[in-house]
């Protein structure tokens, strides 16, 4: 089946640093789109990518689908405390309406 | 809005109790799914309804028993369950299979 590889698996960052985690595939993906999760909660949609080499922006947050539409990265600016969690990527394949590949998420920790 | 809501938020059971989570959104999305989630991994698909039908079963254990009675309601019965059974169940809905996903809060299931 499909798999995707996310990087880092945790980071360890100071407030006000810019961060930055990707996910790579050696499959071809329609849909990049990238989740926060915090403990106890259910993840959070952050950006919904959709075309080959689109880039989105939320906020501090920018998410770009990767030209050969085997990747895609998220980066944070100026990190704040509140954005410590877990984050997903999550794509869907072509012929795969309704089911999502996650990766295994980054964990993400700010250190005020 | 991009709401889902789910009830109960917490839930403690033994092997021999029957108990049922629900599931609701009013974003006139067409499909709903069921997750699994264990602690620090990614969500895992159980279920997926399409426009009030069952569309996808993951070989999810017959002690777990969807219904969708319309299309804004989801629940899930459980019967029999096993410990490892324990885990966040998440709902979460898309205006159909390629659009993206909304995760509602999840239900913190303890089977004792």
């Known amino acids: 089946g499909q798999q995707l590889n996310q990087s880092p698996q945790s980071m360890f960052i100071q407030e006000g640093e810019d961060v930055s985690m990707n996910c790579t595939s050696s499959s071809i993906f329609n849909t990049w789109l990238w989740y926060k999760q915090e403990p106890g909660e259910g993840p959070v949609l952050l950006i919904a990518?959709?075309?080959?080499?689109e880039l989105t922006s939320n906020g501090r947050l920018t998410a770009q689908f990767g030209i050969t539409r085997k990747d895609s990265f998220l980066n944070i600016s100026a990190s704040i405390p509140s954005d410590v969690g877990i984050y997903f990527c999550a794509g869907r394949g072509g012929g795969s309406n309704y089911k999502l590949t996650f990766g295994k998420g980054t964990l993400l920790t700010v250190n005020p | 809005d991009t709401e889902v809501t789910q009830t109960p938020k917490h839930l403690v059971m033994g092997m021999t109790n029957k108990k049922s989570l629900k599931c609701e959104q009013h974003m006139g999305h067409r499909a709903m799914y069921w997750y699994k989630q264990k602690a620090k991994k990614p969500p895992e698909l159980m279920f997926v309804?399409?426009?009030?039908?069952?569309?996808i079963n993951e070989s999810v254990p017959s002690r777990f028993s969807p219904e969708c009675p319309n299309s804004s309601l989801l629940n899930l019965h459980l019967h029999a369950l096993q410990p490892e059974d324990s885990a966040l169940y998440l709902c979460?809905?898309?205006?159909?299979?390629?659009?993206?996903?909304?995760f509602g809060p999840g239900t913190r299931l303890t089977v004792t």
């Open positions: 990518l959709y075309k080959a080499g």
């Open positions: 309804y399409s426009y009030e039908k069952l569309s």
């Open positions: 979460a809905s898309s205006q159909d299979g390629v659009y993206e996903q909304y």
